[in-house]
Structures are given as C-alpha cells and as structure tokens.
C-alpha cells in the first residue's frame, strides 16, 4: 500500500472501466468517522471491503476475460490529467498480492502514464485459485457482468452535455481537452448543439451524431434550407440507407444556387438582360412569351435553314437575353455554369426558325381545342421536370456510389462473388473495359487511391502495377475488381436512368445489382438502371416533395413551428 516509486510489471488484460469512468484528480484519503461502516473494525464492516491507496505497480493483473487491451490515447490521456477516479476492484492472492479483478485498462493507463498512485477497493473475498473451480465461475460471471451491462452515454446525452458546458463558458476547443475528445466529434456535437431542430430531431427519431451534424449544416434559415432540413429529417428516419444521398443532393443544389447567382449577378452587372429559370429547367418566359432559344432561330428569314444563329452574332440584337443552368461533368461530376442565349421577340428582331416545319404550329394547332393545348404542355412540362430532377437525383448519386466504391476496394478482401464478377466483366463488357484500358484504368486508380495516370501511352508503368508487385491473391483480385467496377462506373451517365436506357440484361443494371448485393442502397433513380418499371416516389426524386417533410414541424420562415413529429411509415 505504498505509493514509492512505480515498479514491476502488468500482465494480463481487462477493461475495467471505460474514460467516461475513469481519472479524478488524486485526493487524500477522507477521514474516519465512528459511524462510518468502512472505518468501524467490526465484522460488518469488514465483509465490506476496504477502500485505501496503492502503487499501481504493487497490482497484479491476473487472467481475464477480455483478451486484448485497448488503451486509446484519449482514455489514457485522460487517466494522465485526472487520475483514475473509478476505483480498481481487487483481491487478495494467496501469497499477499493484489489481484486486479475489475478495471484493467484502469491500472494498466495508470502504469502508462506514471501514476504514483490509484484508489483501490479491497473486496473481502481471497482471489480464487485455478483449482477453485466455483470461484472461476464466479470470476469470469463478474467479469462478463461488469462489461456487459454497462451502457454508455448516447450520441444524444453528449450533445446535451457540450452544450451545457459550452453556456458553461468553455468554448470547443477546451471540450475537446477537458473531456479528452477528438477535435472533429466536438464539432459535431457543437454543431449539432448549435442547432435547435437537429438537436430535437436527433432525440426524437434517434439519429446519428453524422446525421444530425448533416442536418444542421442545412439550418440556416432559408426557406431552402429549411426544406434541406426537412428532408433530411424525414429520410434519416423512414429510409436511412439513402440518407447520403439526400444529402449530397442538397449539398448540390446549394452549390447549384450559388453558382447561379453569382452569374446573374455578373450577367447584370454587364447589362445583360437575364432570364431565371423554372423548376423545369425552362427559362421563365412569362415576361416574354415570343422569347426563344437562340438555337431554335436562323439570323434571317432569307437564309437557308439550318443556318446557326450563335451567340456571338446575337450579341448586338436587341432581344438578346441570356438564361443559366448548371451542369455537371459526366465523369468529374463537377459543376459548372452554361449560359443559353435567347431573342426575346425573334419575329420583332427578324429571326426565323431554325427549320421550316411542313406543318406549321397554328395549322396544328388549329384542329385542337385550348384544353387539349393545355394538357399536351402540362404533359410536356411534367416530363421535363421529371428529367431535370432525375437527373439531378442521379448526380448527387455519383458522389454517394464512388465513396462506396472506394470503401469497398479499401477491405482488406474483396466482397463475395468479387471474381464471379469480374469474369462476368470479361465475358461481357467489351466497350466498357476496352475503354477503361485506353485510358489507363484512371477512374481504377483514383477510386484505389493510387496517381491517375494520364493515359496508357504515357510512358510511365501504370501505377496499379505497383500495387500488383509481391500482391497475394486477395489484393490482386481487389484490383482486378477496382477496374472492372470502375469501367461500368465510367460508362454510366445522366441518361442511364431513363426507361429505354436501362434494361435488366445490360452491365449497367449488372453493376448496380453487384452493389446492391454488396450492402450499397441505390436511390430510386438507381434501381431504374436495375429495373426500368420500379416505382419511384411521387414520380420525381425531389427530397423536398417527400411524403411527410412537412411533418417536421419545421415552420415556413425558418423558425421551429414545435417538436419534430412522427414521419410516415
């Protein structure tokens, strides 16, 4: 019992207690009391045990259930600034010594960081001998017990904690080091404190730290924002496997947003006259009824049809206007702004159209009553908004399924069926692999994580080859799969979701169903590659049409209307 100088070894393994237990400042013992049982010498008190000081090296840690010790920097850094506040249970061996019976991360931290010294509970009973066979059961039970029916903080409860500590006055730096946390989970729960609805939304509908994190990135204020919010909420409780992609949808189309209105403002900073677009990707000619597209315009009534009318030339025209959409590379997926020129009055200015229809459009339209019309451009609208947000759906998918793939090639060893695949792949995906090798396998070793070569012909050995030299076979089955999964992924695009594109027997919806069975959940826009008749909600994947998103009890302007309620089942 004394504290000198540490000494001697630990062997053996336990956890004895978890850092939320451990490490108090080491204090003097309290002094007795006459009717304090611990301190009374009567033979109640002393089948109570006896709490008192100890060298942490004088402890002996003897067999155990658990088998592997786990002492992360942050619980021994913890142990390090507050001590071992949790005592270490122990008994007695039959030549004197402490055996350690609970709390072997415990004194093996404290021995780690030089504690002179922990606060032990001596329990009254000796320490079991292997020839005690009853006393081994009761061991390895308690042991069982002490790390079984322990239950940790929830994500919940901490985020609740970090807030009382930051109206506390610590900011989340100083979290972070009292509680010895990592950095990047304190800015989370900061985060995610930060922001009334994700807080209640986290409690309601027991989130994940990420995914409540997620939903106060979007909780801004902004009508948008609020409707990212409430998508997010919905998804994260009724489908959570595609809570990612709701996500990176929302990430785009704030992207989206913000690249548009830096080129309006731009575009008017310059003069020029701009149109703003519709949900349907059309410019919003509501102002303009004549207006047209500048693609669908001959410069003059004389000139021959098909005669380009560019931008360039348009530029002096008084009609000219320009309207922006944002679109995103097929390979990349980075976004970019496209401008699309119109004449506001092309007959006024003019312009003819691009070519002579053998039946003109009031001809057509002549036999047709208004109602017909109507309907025929409702139609017409409805399918161009379900395009647009398809194809919006399918590039926040891009990002989604390339992290899974790269998750997926970083195992330690490929997913079943890896080189039924792969064959398959060989047999079948001529253009796609043929394509893929042309180019040096880039999209293969960007998703390994290796340079991306500039192409086969480069002059540089491929870098896969050095993942290849000396590799087991289950490394080169990985890579093999990296490049065929990467061929059918370069050889998606934005119109491989649209029925007439996707049919079951392709590689497309052969890839797709490989991820499927891999643990990836597809979108819906991505289960039309597997099977062009699936259902898709509403028709159009817009997170923000979700049946229920406006069960969140999120109110229009921004404000918490009340408690996030239930979403549909």
């Known amino acids: 019992m004394s504290t000198t100088e540490l000494t001697g070894t630990v062997d053996g393994s336990n956890d004895g207690g978890s850092a939320a237990e451990t490490a108090a400042e080491t204090v003097a013992p309290a002094a007795s009391s006459d009717n304090d049982p611990l301190t009374t010498p009567d033979a109640e008190a002393e089948d109570l045990g ?27 850094a913890d142990v390090r600034d507050r001590g071992v506040r949790e005592p270490i249970t122990v008994r007695r061996r039959e030549d004197g010594a402490l055996v350690v019976r609970k709390g072997q991360r415990r004194t093996l931290a404290a021995l780690k960081v030089g504690l002179p ?19 081994q059961i009761a061991r390895i039970v308690d042991q069982l017990g002490e790390n079984h029916h322990r239950s940790g903080i929830s994500d919940c409860e901490e985020v609740a904690a970090h807030q009382e500590l930051l109206d506390l006055g610590l900011s989340a730096a100083q979290i972070a080091r009292q509680t010895r946390t990592p950095a990047a989970r304190i800015r989370q729960t900061t985060r995610v404190a930060a922001s009334e609805i994700a807080a209640k939304a986290m409690a309601r ?10 939903i106060s990135e979007f909780d801004d204020g902004t009508s948008e924002g609020i409707e990212a919010v409430k998508a997010l909420t919905v998804c994260a409780a009724s489908e959570p496997g595609r809570f990612a992609h709701t996500a990176q949808r929302a990430r785009n189309d704030r992207e989206d947003r913000r690249l548009l209105a830096e080129a309006v403002e731009q575009a008017v900073e310059q003069g020029s006259t701009v149109l703003r677009t519709d949900e349907a990707g059309d410019a919003d000619t509501q102002a303009h009824p004549a207006a047209r597209a500048l693609t669908e315009l001959r410069p003059r009534v004389e000139d021959p049809q098909y005669t380009r009318l560019s931008a360039e030339d348009h530029q002096d025209c008084p009609g000219h206007a320009i309207a922006f959409e944002v679109t995103r590379h097929w390979s990349s997926n980075e976004p970019s702004v496209e401008p699309i020129a119109y004449c506001l009055d092309p007959d006024r200015h003019g312009h003819a159209p691009y ?20 309907a025929e451009k409702e139609v017409a609208r409805v399918e161009r908004k379900r395009v647009v947000e398809g194809n919006k759906a ?22 079943n069926n890896a080189a039924l695949f792969v064959a398959t792949a060989m047999a079948t995906g001529g253009h796609e692999l ?22 086969w012909y480069s ?73 062009p008749e699936t259902p898709a909600p509403g028709e159009v994947e817009n997170p923000s049409d979700a049946e229920g998103a406006s069960d969140t009890g999120i109110g229009p302007e921004g404000t918490n209307a009340g408690a996030v309620t239930e979403p549909p089942a």
């Open 117 to 135: 010294r922990v606060r032990v509970f001596l329990e009254p009973d000796d320490d079991p001998t292997e020839a005690d066979p009853q006393g």
């Open 205 to 214: 509908y027991e989130l994940t730290l990420d995914q409540a994190a997620v």
């Open 355 to 374: 070519y002579e229809r053998r039946v003109s459009t009031a001809e057509a339209d002549e036999s047709k009553s208004e109602d017909e019309l109507a």
């Open 434 to 455: 043929r394509k893929a090798f042309e180019s040096g396998n880039q999209l293969a070793c960007a998703l390994l994580g290796v340079e991306v070569p500039q192409g």
């Open 459 to 531: 002059g540089k050995p491929n870098p896969l080859l050095a993942l290849l030299d000396g590799a087991r076979a289950g490394k080169s089955t990985q890579v093999m799969l990296a490049v065929a999964l990467a061929a059918e992924e370069d050889s998606l695009h934005r119109s491989s979701w649209r029925t007439g594109h996707a049919l079951p027997n392709t590689r497309a919806a052969a890839y797709m169903r490989a991820l499927k069975g891999w643990g990836y959940t597809p979108t819906h826009v991505e289960e039309l590659v597997i099977d």
């Open 50 to 76: 006896v709490l008192m000081w100890m060298d942490p090296g004088e402890l002996v840690v003897g067999i155990n259930t658990r088998t592997e010790v786990r002492l992360d920097a942050h619980f021994v």
């Open 394 to 415: 399918w590039d926040a998918a891009v990002a989604v399924r390339r992290e899974f793939v790269k998750a997926l090639l970083a195992r330690k060893s490929a997913p």
